[in-house]
């Protein structure tokens, strides 16, 4: 499970997902009343991860292929703004050549 976080324009500029939370301590849970961009970088050591994107023109090879070179699970679609429109996640690409299909 992930969300985009955008900016004042909408334009996406980072993601956050359960990974996120995992490990968190008692001691720590007063950080999740921060703003997500805080908690995000207080999480991750002051890095914020760049979100991979894509556009809508591009195939389902050429976004399985950014999920591999980057070890990522999930590519964000976005349009011309850099607004997030969708997302592919590597379940879903997976999930394209089961028997079991369940995308339609």
């Known amino acids: ?8 324009q909408g334009a996406i500029v980072t993601t956050i997902s359960a990974s996120d939370l995992r490990g968190l301590r008692s001691h720590q849970l007063s950080s999740i009343l921060l703003p997500v961009l805080d908690f995000l970088k207080k999480q991750r050591g002051g890095v914020l991860q760049v979100p991979i994107t ?25 349009d011309d703004a850099k607004k997030p429109i969708g997302v592919v996640s590597m379940s879903d690409v997976i999930c394209k050549f089961s028997p079991y299909d369940y995308l339609v």
Do not use: N
């Open 1 to 8: 499970m992930a969300a985009p976080v955008v900016d004042e």
């Open 54 to 78: 894509s556009t809508v023109s591009a195939s389902l090879y050429d976004v399985s292929t950014l999920m591999v070179i980057h070890r990522i699970h999930r590519v964000w679609i976005v």
